[in-house]
Structure formats: structure tokens, C-alpha cells
């Protein structure tokens, strides 16, 4: 009789888990609360996969081996606890993925940053010839690819959504970009839990993998000198390393270990910012391991695209600056991107509050905008903390209408900054839905 597999949630992670469930000869079962599109309906009922929507049907799910949960699913919800009881496991998308494949595995995780040096690293990789992919948080689904693809190398952006479900997983190099308050409406405000949830990225390496942590970030050195890390600790950071670790000096990446010290130029790098250079020498770090050579590191940083929805330059318009940052939906990001702007700002901020205290943006904001656009349904606490700061303060529920009271606003030379400091939900479909819509506002002007 074949192991019964259930899944629950139907977005990319799910029918990733799904398919390759179904690869491994289980018999699957997916479940999602919400409606299944017809064309994902057609796919699963092609593949021989079960599926229910609209509900979560306990029955269905009894006798299962275990249960892979989408990273959007809380772990406290009845159902979940329901089927703990009966002895099902519940593990994420990324432990049941790994389990499925030999392939070496570079885990990357942190509250901000992880996207950019997940990108730079599968970059160096891909140009360097390696047979990799790009999975996890970004990209195809992790399952999916382990089911339809051969890759021999794995590039994983890993949310603490994801590490909170795994059993065994073990990457050979994980890295930790930094973990400043971000989702404490998941873990009940304690800020000491998702610090817990960021370091299980460690918990099961080997003295044979490695561990990147970045020490510019007291809290991430303080968390890692209280956790029982067995693997080869790579401290990187812009003071200079002992003998094994990676620094920025001037106009240089030091890459530093056992046997050699590479030197890499970064005057030709795309990208600005302290916060960017520390995501480029994690990744040339991971490849410094791989013995990847320093000349292709900095070719391939060099050519360097950002990712989506990042800093993104949109348009200049009568010398005005647009930059689209909807991925800054926490207060450090939005931090760095007020932090990296040299010009007068008009900042669009707002959406789902996550707990944010707004106290660490303040000398910033007093020093550099010039205007405050509130676009969110409640933005009581954002009210509180900068009404009165900028000359100017308003509230908006449209897109399309912060970007043209921008506009106006705007003088030649300013900048137009979307960078949230919040999550997308309360108006938007996700924080790329958010960025699409400010940059066809911004061409449409």
C-alpha cells in the first residue's frame, strides 16, 4: 500500500510538494482553505494528485505519513495541532525537498539581504559553469526542480516561515545576513523566537559544512556565541577577520582563509550602499569556498542585475529620481534605502504594520524628507511617529494617486522613494504587485 503524503496549500511551494510527492510514489493529497485556479486544478487532477478547496477536510488527511505545510500557514492553527496528535508530522517544502535530492546545498537566510546575495550567488555559480539552481523563496519551487531537473548545486532563499518546519535539513554552507524585528506577528512579539527560527538554518550541519554570519550584526554575534554551532564558523563584516573570514576594505573585498588571502576590486560594481557590498562579499565568500577564481567573482558581481522591486531605478521625469524598494517591507530595509539616498526624498511609506518600531528611521526622515505619503488602510502608528516631521504629510488609499501627488510635489534633483516599511496585504496582492503598480503609476505620469 503506497505512504499517503498530504499538502496543504496550493501556492508554488505546494504544488511543488505536490509533484514531487507524486515522483516519489506517494500517494498525495493537497488541501487549500482558499479557491485552486482551474488551470492548477487541471494540472493535479492530470498528475493523479488529490485536491479539495475552499476547506481543510481532517478526514481526508487521516493515515497520512507526514504533511508538508505551506510557509504561509501558521504552525499554531487547530487543524496543525489536530494532526500532530494523530502522530503526523509536519514538516516545510525545503526539508521534504532536500530529503529528495544529492544535490550540495547553499542555504541563505536573514531578514534583509537574502534575496540580493541569493541572486549574487547563484550568479558567480551560473557563470562560473556550475550546474545550479535558484529555489526556495524566490524562483521555481525547490520541489518542483528536485522533481524535474538534475542540478547538481542548489542556491536556496530560506524565510524563517520555511525553517520553522524542518527535521533534518543540513546545507553545506548557510549563510546569515543579518536579523534585525521583522514578522513578530508570527511568533507572538518575541523578538528572542524568530531569532531562534533564523539559526536552525545551523542546527543540523556537520564540522564538514560551513557557516557565514555576519558580524557587522551585534544581535546575529550575540545569537551565535549562545547556539551550539558545529559547523566551520565564517565570520564576514567591514572590520578585518583573523584568519579565516571576509572583510571590506576601501575598494576591496578581503577574502581570508587557511591557505591564501584574494583580493577583489569593487569600484565596477552596479550597486550602492554598505548594506550591497556586505550582500557581494557573502556571496564571494560562498564561492571563495567552492574555489571559485576571483577574477570570475568580480566578473560576475560587476554584471550584477538587483533583484526586482529592490532600489529599482524606475524612471527620471523632469530630473526627478522614482525608485521602486516595495521589498523593504520591515524597518531595516527601509532603513538602508533612506540611508543610500543623497538627494531630497519624498517617501511613500505604509501598508500592514508588523510591530514595527519607527524610532531607528527618525534622524533619517528629520534629515532627508522633504515629504511623507501614508499609502495604507490603517496608518495610525506611521501618523504618530512622522506627522509633523516633513513639511508635508498626507494619506492615500491609491497608488495612482501618491504617485501623482509625488509628482507634484517633487522638485528637479529630488527622489521619489516606495519603500513601505510594511507588508503589501492590506491593498495589494503581495509587494511585487505593490512595485508593479508604483512603477506603472511613475509611466503613466
Known sequence: M??????????????????LGKQQGYDVFLSDKNKISSSLQKLLTEKGIGWEEGQHSQEAMKG????????????????LNALKKEGIRIVSEIEFAAQSTDATLIGITGTNGKTTTT???????????????????????????????????????????????????APHIAVITNITPDHLDRYHYDFTAYIQAKLKITQNQTPKNFFL???????????????????QQIPFGTSPQDDWGSYIKEDQLILKNKNQTTMIQSLEFPFSGRHNLLNALAAATVADILSIKKESIRESLTHFKGAPHRMEKVLTIQHVHYINDSKATNINAAYFALESI??????????????????????????????????????????????????????TELMTEAVKIAHKLAAPKDTVLLSPACASFDLFKNYEDRGDQFKAAVRNL
Open 342 to 395: 543623497q538627494s531630497p526624498l519624498i517617501w511613500i511609506v505604509g501598508g500592514v504594520d508588523k510591530g514595527n518600531d519607527y524610532h531607528a528611521l527618525m534622524p533619517l526622515v528629520r534629515k532627508k524628507a522633504k515629504a511623507i505619503i501614508c499609502l495604507g488602510v490603517d496608518n495610525t502608528k506611521l501618523r504618530a511617529a512622522f506627522e509633523g516631521v516633513a513639511e508635508v504629510f498626507l494619506e
Open 64 to 79: 497520512a505519513s507526514f504533511a508538508v505545510k505551506s510557509p504561509g500557514i501558521p504552525g499554531d492553527i487547530p487543524l
Open 119 to 169: 541572486m549574487m550567488t547563484y550568479q558567480i555559480l551560473k557563470d562560473a559553469g556550475y550546474n545550479v539552481g535558484l529555489a526556495g523563496n524566490i524562483g521555481k519551487s525547490f520541489a518542483q526542480q528536485v522533481a524535474e531537473e538534475d542540478y547538481e548545486y542548489f542556491v536556496l532563499e530560506i524565510s524563517s516561515f520555511q525553517l520553522d518546519d524542518i527535521e533534518q535539513f
Open 2 to 19: 503506497k505512504k499517503k503524503l498530504v499538502v496543504l496549500g496550493a501556492g508554488e511551494s505546494g504544488i511543488g510538494a505536490a509533484i
Open 213 to 231: 554570519f555576519n558580524t557587522d550584526d551585534n544581535v546575529l554575534v550575540k545569537a551565535t556565541q549562545d547556539y551550539p554551532i558545529k559547523a
